[in-house]
Every structure is written in C-alpha cells, then in structure tokens.
C-alpha cells in the first residue's frame, strides 16, 4: 500500500516562500520510477486544483499556469520524496496541499481523478 506524507507547511507572508516535502512508501524497487506524482491544492469552498505534476522516471514536468515562475517541482528518486518550492507567494495561494500518486504518467497531469494514492494534506496559509 503506497502512503504518502506530507511537510513543510505552515503560515508566510506575501512574498515569503514555504518548500513542501511528500514522503512516499510502499513501493516496491523500481515501481516508484514510473510513477507520475503530483501536488493539488485545496482552499475551502473551491474545487481541488493541479499545481504540479513529475513523472518520476525521467523527470518531466509541468506547472499551472497560476504558479509558473513561483512554484517548482522537483524529486529524490534516491529518497521517494517529492518537493514543491514555493517562492513569491501570495495570498491566493492559501490552501490545504496534497499529494498525489499515479501508477503511470498521465496528460491529465491536472485532474484529481487520475491519482489512486494521497497523502493527508499540509496547510499553507499566506497574508496579505
């Protein structure tokens, strides 16, 4: 059973930056590099929202155009993590942010219903 754990959240204000971790385990040896992970985000009373997305083997990658040039993907293959920079932040950007797990690369990086495993969310909130 794949897990995911999420960190690095917390409270910043415009402008700062905040960096996400998202543990994952339960792979087993070498499944984990075909994997297309995935940050979303959530604030209360909008819909979940694709941030972005990296398909593990090979390191593909692709952002919402809401956080292109602020936010950044990356991973360690070595430890199962997967990371979200976030720099310039603003206060649009509050939310719960989660991620996410395919078994597969997917084109519709974006959408929530293409993800079977999710970590339990970390709060970021930003003011004004």
């Known amino acids: 059973q794949v897990q995911l754990v999420e960190s690095g959240g917390g409270s910043v204000q415009a402008g700062g930056s905040l960096r996400l971790s998202c543990a994952a385990s339960?792979?087993?040896?070498?499944?984990?590099?075909?994997?297309?992970m995935g940050w979303f985000r959530q604030a209360p009373g909008k819909e979940r929202e694709g941030v972005a997305a990296?398909?593990?083997?090979?390191?593909?990658?692709y952002h919402a155009d809401s956080v292109k040039g602020r936010f950044s993907i990356s991973q360690d293959n070595a430890k199962n993590t997967l990371y979200l920079q976030m720099n310039s932040l603003k206060p649009e950007d509050t939310a719960m942010y989660y991620c996410?797990?395919?078994?597969?690369?997917?084109?519709?990086?974006?959408?929530?219903?293409?993800?079977?495993?999710w970590g339990q969310g970390t709060q970021v909130t930003v003011s004004s």
């Open positions: 990296i398909y593990t083997r090979g390191g593909r990658k």
């Open positions: 339960g792979y087993t040896y070498n499944t984990y590099n075909s994997y297309c």
């Open positions: 996410a797990a395919a078994p597969s690369w997917t084109e519709l990086w974006s959408s929530p219903d293409e993800y079977n495993y």
